[in-house]
């Protein structure tokens, strides 16, 4: 029991930076600067969905609490756009939305996770998520398949089954897959599903990268298992407002109902300027604004990766790279102090789970010239 001037150890062993450990480095280096180690987007928001093209003169309440279940004009856009894009029967009491795909994630893991339960990671996984089971003081369990160690459904759920125990309450997936741009088969998701429901586990699908597939077809898990899925989205990612920290969550309505009261006890309601924003790009220019998005991002994806001699990513906005060949004495540390010498930040592979050896760049989060540098000294670095 933590007193004065202790804290609480769910806090003090929560991992602070897991983007990059060198980023201090940085401020030493003199010249031209490549920060490819967080995932955003150098694009700016549709044009009538910025904060420039919102006036309280003309939105009502626009500087006023919305509803902690989200905003009215937000609510049916979302309910809308998800029967049409998914097929699921979606009603306002299947929505919460959040303070970004991670308030919604956490509002999620706080209404299914007690104290010493496990939750089943399909690694490499998005880092803060492994933070979010921690802090609601569950144990996240690493379970490798992105990085190449399934090659079939049945290995995947081999690997899901040898992880599994008496107290795992849910399995995790992210797909398209950040950091390692995989996008799981249909069937395996499928199989995935039939697993959950013979061990009557929940699924937490986070799909934030869903309209950024550049080969193959992304699968939404919910309509697959609408009793049982959280399934979380982002206008971060999918429209380029990361700043404006509006997400939202979908799953059956009493659960939905219990993420709300998670929600109200920690942001209560999603800024209500950011839901006028994302309901405006939902019902105008927000499927225009995705495709010039996405071929761009594929064009940048293929450059990056032929440069790096690696394979093309199938979705998301992400590299991932074993550098193990090219690591010395001082391992994955030496080589990040290297990089952030030459001006250039990535993120570390163990922030994603069981990757001593890989890293992972972002080629969106800065302009196309400034991604060329920065993959350019990576590859230069890295003898390619």
């Given at each position: 029991?933590?007193?004065?001037?202790?804290?609480?150890?769910?806090?003090?062993?929560?991992?602070?930076?897991?983007?990059?450990?060198?980023?201090?480095r940085l401020?030493?280096?003199?010249?031209?600067?490549?920060?490819?180690?967080?995932?955003?987007?150098?694009?700016?928001?549709?044009?009538?969905?910025?904060?420039?093209?919102?006036?309280?003169?003309?939105?009502?309440?626009?500087?006023?609490?919305?509803?902690?279940?989200?905003?009215?004009?937000?609510?049916?856009?979302?309910?809308r756009?998800?029967?049409?894009?998914?097929?699921?029967?979606t009603?306002?009491?299947?929505?919460?939305?959040?303070?970004g795909?991670?308030?919604?994630?956490?509002?999620?893991?706080?209404?299914?996770?007690?104290?010493g339960?496990?939750?089943?990671?399909?690694?490499?996984?998005?880092?803060?998520i492994?933070?979010i089971?921690?802090?609601?003081?569950?144990?996240?369990?690493?379970?490798?398949?992105?990085?190449?160690?399934?090659?079939?459904?049945?290995?995947l759920?081999?690997?899901?089954?040898?992880?599994?125990?008496?107290?795992?309450?849910?399995?995790?997936?992210?797909?398209?897959?950040?950091?390692?741009?995989?996008?799981?088969?249909?069937?395996?998701?499928?199989?995935?599903?039939?697993?959950?429901?013979?061990?009557?586990?929940?699924i937490?699908?986070?799909?934030?990268?869903?309209?950024?597939?550049?080969?193959?077809?992304h699968?939404?898990?919910?309509?697959l298992?609408?009793?049982?899925?959280?399934?979380a989205?982002?206008?971060?990612?999918?429209?380029?407002?990361?700043?404006?920290?509006?997400?939202?969550?979908?799953?059956?309505?009493?659960?939905?109902?219990?993420?709300?009261?998670?929600?109200?006890?920690?942001?209560?309601?999603?800024?209500?300027?950011?839901?006028?924003?994302?309901?405006?790009?939902?019902?105008?220019?927000?499927?225009?604004?995705?495709?010039?998005?996405?071929?761009r991002?594929?064009?940048?994806?293929?450059?990056?990766?032929?440069?790096?001699?690696?394979?093309a990513?199938?979705?998301?906005?992400?590299?991932?790279?074993?550098?193990?060949?090219?690591?010395?004495?001082?391992?994955?540390?030496?080589?990040l102090?290297?990089?952030?010498?030459r001006?250039?930040?990535?993120?570390?592979?163990?922030s994603?789970?069981?990757?001593?050896?890989?890293?992972?760049?972002?080629f969106?989060?800065?302009p196309?010239?400034?991604?060329?540098?920065?993959?350019?000294?990576?590859?230069?670095?890295?003898?390619r």
């Amino acid at each position: 029991m933590p007193r004065f001037p202790e804290i609480a150890a769910t806090a003090s062993t929560t991992r602070g930076a897991v983007y990059s450990t060198v980023a201090a480095r940085l401020a030493a280096h003199q010249g031209q600067t490549f920060p490819l180690h967080i995932g955003d987007t150098w694009l700016e928001p549709a044009v009538g969905c910025r904060m420039e093209d919102l006036r309280s003169a003309e939105i009502e309440g626009l500087h006023r609490y919305a509803p902690v279940a989200g905003h009215p004009l937000l609510v049916d856009a979302i309910r809308r756009s998800v029967e049409k894009r998914a097929g699921a029967a979606t009603g306002a009491e299947n929505i919460l939305v959040s303070a970004g795909a991670t308030g919604a994630l956490a509002a999620a893991a706080a209404a299914l996770v007690d104290p010493g339960d496990e939750v089943l990671l399909l690694a490499p996984y998005w880092p803060l998520i492994a933070g979010i089971i921690h802090q609601a003081r569950g144990r996240p369990i690493p379970v490798p398949v992105f990085a190449g160690e399934v090659e079939s459904a049945e290995s995947l759920l081999a690997a899901c089954d040898a992880r599994a125990s008496a107290r795992t309450v849910a399995l995790y997936l992210n797909s398209p897959n950040n950091p390692t741009g995989r996008l799981l088969p249909r069937p395996w998701i499928e199989a995935l599903v039939a697993w959950a429901r013979s061990r009557e586990l929940w699924i937490l699908a986070d799909e934030v990268y869903e309209d950024y597939v550049y080969r193959g077809e992304h699968t939404h898990t919910r309509p697959l298992a609408p009793e049982r899925t959280f399934a979380a989205h982002s206008f971060s990612k999918a429209y380029g407002m990361a700043g404006n920290r509006c997400g939202y969550l979908l799953g059956p309505a009493e659960p939905i109902a219990d993420a709300r009261k998670i929600a109200a006890h920690t942001f209560y309601s999603t800024p209500t300027a950011a839901q006028i924003a994302a309901a405006r790009v939902l019902t105008g220019p927000g499927e225009a604004w995705i495709a010039d998005a996405r071929r761009r991002y594929a064009e940048l994806g293929e450059e990056a990766a032929a440069r790096l001699g690696i394979e093309a990513p199938a979705g998301s906005t992400f590299l991932f790279l074993d550098v193990a060949e090219h690591l010395g004495p001082a391992g994955l540390c030496g080589l990040l102090e290297a990089c952030a010498d030459r001006g250039l930040l990535i993120a570390p592979g163990p922030s994603f789970g069981p990757y001593p050896t890989h890293v992972r760049i972002c080629f969106t989060s800065a302009p196309p010239e400034v991604v060329r540098g920065g993959v350019e000294t990576l590859a230069q670095l890295l003898g390619r």
